[in-house]
């Protein structure tokens, strides 16, 4: 179906892959991987033809269609959710307008030639119009977008009225009714809940029958999707069969080997030099050396790849907090609506947050989990009843609304320093290289920050106090696998308490002991895991 053979591409001076070859065939799914930089959106984008390659060349099978679905989805406006939706399969709709107006030429008096003529354009149309599910157009976008969580009666409302997350809904929502031959997805997951992200997974499975490459940082959604891994990195391409979890054991068995074999030849490369140094000036030895010298110059030289650089989080050693972090009694929660009523949030919870544990808080997409942990954190006053914090208890928060409200015009390392005022420059710039950002990367201002950056700054602010209690919103939108993986360990091994909202399955899967589950208004508390919960509540 597409063929890239022998490809080379470089953006400025840094060569991002060289000869790099790999085939995206009908039905695969494959997951693309790779460090940030390493080239995966170039890579996306010489497959839709966006950019060209500089050297190698790409084969695309004709009438083949690709849908792309990224991070950046442009300006919406003047449509409803629905008709948003129906845009993307535009050459469809156009498609069944040509139909209709053959089959109004057909009714009219021609000669035989141009009958035939016009008979043969119309089944060229309709055998397109088929291929691309033209018949079931409507029904599909009406189930995709319901499946991802906006229902009937959010279809018909401007798609302006919508957040940015749900717009990212919206647009992939369009793609996926495009159903194109070949689907490439960058982040799918980023602004789905869990029941989305899992009823992404059975359409993938079910419904989707074309090509899938794709990008994730969600472990759980790629082991399920996936069957192999294309691995972008140190400027080549690499194709392994399997998820991902065989995906990275093999890629660790592979550098061991590297290592070994590379280990082996500068033993036999420093024996060789040893014979050509001892005996180069012996006449006797001339033929020897000669014959030595120009085997060592032939032999390719094995290369190391650099390890690939992840937040190194390391919570240091809190202060012990009383035994009852959190007290509730009659909590809850009500937002003032534009007409002057008030929409219940959550009500009636009472409960003990006892020190050392760690708690999910789950539930759908404006369930109200962010709220709740707003509640908690003291950001927003509660409606009704009360939250009080126990003895001792040193609270560090992490949201989304953090990264916005962080000062555009500082320095990254100017906004920790805010954080610790008596620290050195030493400690400060040790903190941020824990998390990445090393020599000159400390005075980017924050207005120049990617997302991903945004939130590593936060977490780095969060981690300059000794907190005791941990309260978290989506912590890991942001990272990647392997700095996901980092994370958990250090919130595994941390000696406090956390309550957190993530819909990294995997994620909450190793770490929680306890689940809370906002539902209608309604909180319940499941003591026991996540997995636990998922049995309880019957979820995939």
Known sequence: MIHLSNITKQHGSQVLFREASFQILPG?????????????????????????????????????????????IGDMRGRSAL??????SAETVRLAAELKQMEEQMGLPMSDDDMASLLERYGSAMEEFEHRGGYD?????????????????????????????????????????????????????NHLDVESIIWLEEWLANEFTGALLMTSHDRDFMNRVVTRVIEVANKTVTTYGGNYDFYEKERDIRREQLIASHKRQQEMLAKEEEFIARFAARASHAAQV????????????????????VVRFEFA???????????????????????????????????????LSKIAVVGVNGAGKSTFLKVLAGETDPSQGSVALGANVELGYFSQHAMEILDPKKTIFETVQDVIPLATIGVIRNLLGSFLFQGDDVDKRIENLSGGEK????????????????????????????????????????????????????????????????????????EGDYDYYLSKTHHA
């Open 28 to 72: 695969t799914r494959t997951g693309l991987v790779g460090p940030n930089g390493a080239g995966k959106t170039t890579l996306f984008r010489i497959v839709t033809g966006e950019e060209e390659v500089d050297a190698g060349e790409m084969t695309l099978a004709k009438k083949t269609t690709i849908g792309y679905f990224s991070q950046d």
């Open 83 to 88: 008709q948003e939706v129906m845009a993307v």
């Open 137 to 189: 157009l409507d029904s599909r976008a009406q189930e995709v977008l319901t499946g991802l969580g906006i229902g009937p009666d959010r279809f018909h409302n401007p798609v302006e009225s919508f957040s940015g997350g749900w717009r990212m809904r919206v647009a992939l929502a369009g793609i996926l009714t495009l159903q194109p031959d070949v689907l490439l997805l960058d982040e799918p997951t």
């Open 290 to 309: 000669q014959s030595r010298v120009k085997k060592i110059e032939k032999i390719e030289r094995i290369e190391i790849p650099p390890e690939e650089r």
């Open 317 to 355: 050693a809190p202060p012990r907090s009383g035994d009852d972090v959190v007290v509730m009694d009659g909590l809850g929660k009500s937002w003032e609506q534009p007409d002057g009523s008030l929409q219940p949030i959550f009500s009636g919870v009472t409960g003990v947050v006892k020190r």
């Open 455 to 526: 939130s590593r700054v936060v977490l780095a602010t969060l981690l300059a106090r000794p907190v005791n209690f941990l309260v978290l919103d989506e912590p890991t939108n942001h990272l990647d696998i392997r700095s996901r993986e980092i994370l958990l360990n250090a919130l595994d091994n941390f000696a406090g308490t956390v309550i957190l909202v993530s819909h990294d399955r995997h994620f909450l899967r190793l770490l929680v002991d306890r689940v809370i589950e906002v539902d209608h208004g309604e909180m319940r508390l499941y």
